[in-house]
């Protein structure tokens, strides 16, 4: 998607050999209007796939999933990393492995939310090492919800994550890809 390689070219800083941020657009400071055309894009990708639901780790998948759904007419419901006093007791759980803030959450989705045989579709701002992704499709089995695809901002190819779920035969749409990182700069796959 052009406007977001631009926007990632523009804005984005490169940190190491393998972290993008991207908090000018995506992840700290949030820019509405392009996460607006990001969730009508992802609608169009799975407009043939019948969603109930849209799911997503908080908080960075927030943005992009909540236009997803408003684009597809659908809820967005969003796993929680630390318990409320106010989530239900009755949740589904999994552990995910955040590689950028080298910690393991414990992520969930109260039940109330996600329901038997509902298809729902995976949003998340990247896709690196599928954490995130396989937590989300870990509670959707839990919940024996249909995962019809993963809806992917900003995926490095040059990492596990894809492989991963492609060898699972899980539908991706990666909005932007990321083949490496060189001298500083973002260069992206064909």
Known sequence: MKILEDRTKQDGRVLGEDVLKVDNFLNHQVDPELMQALGEEFARLFADEKVDKVLT???SGIAPAVFAAL???VPMVFARKKKSITLSAE???ADVY???KQETNHVMIDKRFLHEGERVLLIDDFLANGQAVTGLMEIAEAAQAEVI???IVVEKTFQKGRAMLDDQGVHVESL???AAFE???V???D
């Open 91 to 93: 949740s589904y759980v």
């Open 149 to 151: 695809g993963v809806g």
């Open 176 to 178: 932007a890809r990321i």
């Open 187 to 189: 260069v992206f796959a």
């Open 183 to 185: 001298n500083g700069q």
């Open 57 to 59: 780790v908080e908080s």
């Open 98 to 100: 955040s590689f950028t």
């Open 71 to 73: 684009a597809l007419h």
